[in-house]
C-alpha cells in the first residue's frame, strides 16, 4: 500500500537510527571519562558496590596516613629519650666516682653534685620540650589517669596500654590469691645464748660473710654482728620476739621475692649437728604466728639451712599476673597491659583485694579505616620528668630521680650512694623500657598495619577497577559497532524517505 501520512518504514528506520546514536554516545563518554559507570541508570547495583569500595579505600588511604604520622610522632619521642638516656648514664657515672670516697675530695664530690643537678634540669626540660605539632610527648600528658588509687595497697602504677572500648573507665580489681614471703631461717635457743663457739658462713642474694660466734654470746649480740653484714648480703638478723631474749633468732632476706634467699651455715660442724640446727617453714607455706611455744608453727618447720622467697601471684580483672617480688605485671595487646608495686601489707596478704580505676588519657591511634575499638590502640608515654622518673621502694618509700639532685635524700652530700644507684638503675630501665615498647609498637604493629592496609587498598582498587573502569578494548569495537550501526540507519532513513515520493507517479 502506498501512504504518505505515516511512513512506516522511516519510522522504524528513526527508531533504530535514535538508538544506534544513543549507543554511540554511551561509548564514546565511556571511553572519554574511562569509566564505565558515569551515572546510576548506568548499573545501578555496580554504582552501589563500587561507590562502597571507593569509601572504604579512601578510609584506608588515611589509615596508612595515620600510622605514618604515628611512626614520626614515636621518632620524636624516642629522639628525646635517647637524650635522656645519654643524662643518666653520665650521672650514673658521675654517682660511681663519688662513692669512691678514698680518692675524690669534697670539692670533687661537690662539682660532680654541680654536674648532676644540671642533668636531672635538663632531663625535666627535655621532658617539657619535646612536641610533634603542639603536642607534648615526654610531660605526662600522653599517660593515663587514674582514680582510687589507694596509697596503702600499691605503691606505684605504670599503665603501659588500655583499651577503653567505649566506657567512660576501666575498673582494674587486683585480688591477692599467693602471697609474696621474705626468705626466712629461724634458730631456737631457749637459754638466750650459744652453747659454744661457732663459725658461721651467713649468705644472701647480695653475698656471703662469715661470723664467729662465742661460746655463751648473747643473741642480741648475734643480732648485731650478722647486721653489720646487712648490705654486704642482703639479709639481716633479729629476735623472734624484740622483747624477748630466749625467743630464739630469725634470718630474714632485706627484700621479698624468689629471686631473694637465706643460708645460714656452720662451718666445720661436728658430726650430729650440735645444737645449732635451723629450720625453714616446709612448702613454703604460711607462717602464721611466728613462736617456738606455739606448736602449730613448730609442726610447719622443717630443718634446712636455706630458704627462699616467694613471689606475690593475683588475679587483676580475671587474669593471673606474673609476680616479681610485690611487683605485678599483665601484658595484653587487646585490653590492659600494666605494672603495679603493691604495698607490703597487700603483697603478703593471701585474699587480700584493691580496686582503682582507669579514668581516661594514653595516645589514641585510629589504624583501621572504620572508626571503632577493633582498629584503634591506646598506648601510654609515662613522664620522664626527675619528679616521675626513676621510683625505687627504698625503705618503704618511693625515692625519684628527683632525690639525687642537691639537699634530696640522696645527693652526694649525704653519701647514700647505693640508694642513688637504685633509683638510677630504675630510671635507665624505665626509659629504656619506654623506648622498648614504643619501637616494638612502631615495628610490630605500625609497620605491619602500613603492609597490610596497602595490600587491602591495592585488592579493593582492583574490585573497584573491575565493576567501574572501562575496558577499552571492548569499547572500542563497540564504537566501531555503534558508528556503523549509525551510518546505516541513516542511510535507511534516507531510502525510506525517498520511498515516499513514489506516490507521486501515481498522479500522472
Known sequence: MARINSSIPSLIARANLNRANSDLEVRLQRLATGLKINRGADNPAGLIVSERLRSEVSGLNQAVDNSDRA??????????????????????????????????????????????????????????????????????????????????????????????????????????????????????????????????????????????????????????????????????????????????????????????????????????????????????????????????????????????????????????????GLTLSIESQTSLSLELILTESLGTTNAATSTFYVTGGGALYQLGGEINAAQQTNIGIQSVAASRLGGTLIEGTLQFLSSIRSGGDNDLRSENFENASKVLSTAIDEVAIIRGRLGAFERNTLQTNVRSLQAAIENLTSSESRIRDTDFAEETSSLTRAQILSSASTSVLALANQQSQQVLQLLG
Request: proline share 2%; glycine share 10%; aromatic share 6%.
Open 71 to 324: 611512626s614520626s610522632v614515636i621518632a620524636t619521642a624516642e629522639g628525646g629519650l635517647s637524650e635522656v638516656s645519654d643524662l643518666l648514664s653520665s650521672i650514673k657515672g658521675l654517682v660511681v666516682e663519688a662513692a669512691n670516697t678514698g680518692a675524690t675530695s669534697d670539692e670533687e664530690r661537690k662539682a660532680n653534685q654541680l654536674q648532676i643537678d644540671s642533668a636531672i634540669e635538663s632531663i625535666t626540660r627535655i621532658s617539657n620540650s619535646v612536641s610533634f605539632g603542639g603536642l607534648k610527648l615526654l610531660n605526662g600528658s600522653l599517660d593515663y589517669i587514674l582514680s582510687g588509687l589507694q596509697g596503702s595497697d600499691i605503691n606505684k602504677a605504670t599503665i603501659h596500654g588500655a583499651n577503653f572500648s567505649g566506657q567512660d573507665n576501666i575498673q582494674v580489681n587486683v585480688e591477692v590469691i599467693n602471697s609474696a614471703q621474705t626468705a626466712s631461717l629461724f634458730l631456737s635457743a631457749p637459754t638466750g645464748t650459744f652453747l659454744s663457739t661457732v663459725s658461721l658462713e651467713i649468705a644472701g642474694p647480695l653475698g656471703v660473710q662469715t661470723l664467729q660466734v662465742l661460746s655463751n654470746q648473747s643473741l642480741n649480740a648475734v643480732v648485731d654482728g650478722v647486721n653489720v653484714f646487712r648490705q654486704a648480703t642482703g639479709l639481716s638478723a633479729s629476735l623472734i620476739n624484740p622483747s624477748n631474749a630466749t625467743s630464739g633468732l630469725r634470718f630474714d632476706a632485706i627484700e621479698l621475692g624468689s629471686s631473694q634467699f637465706v643460708s645460714v651455715k656452720r662451718l666445720n660442724e661436728p658430726a650430729g649437728g650440735g645444737f645449732f640446727r635451723t629450720f625453714a617453714v616446709a612448702n613454703d607455706g604460711n607462717r602464721g604466728t611466728v613462736s617456738f611455744s606455739d606448736t602449730a608453727f613448730v609442726a610447719s618447720l622443717t630443718e634446712a639451712n636455706r630458704d627462699s622467697g616467694r613471689d606475690v601471684t593475683a588475679v587483676i580483672n580475671g587474669n593471673v599476673a606474673t609476680g616479681n
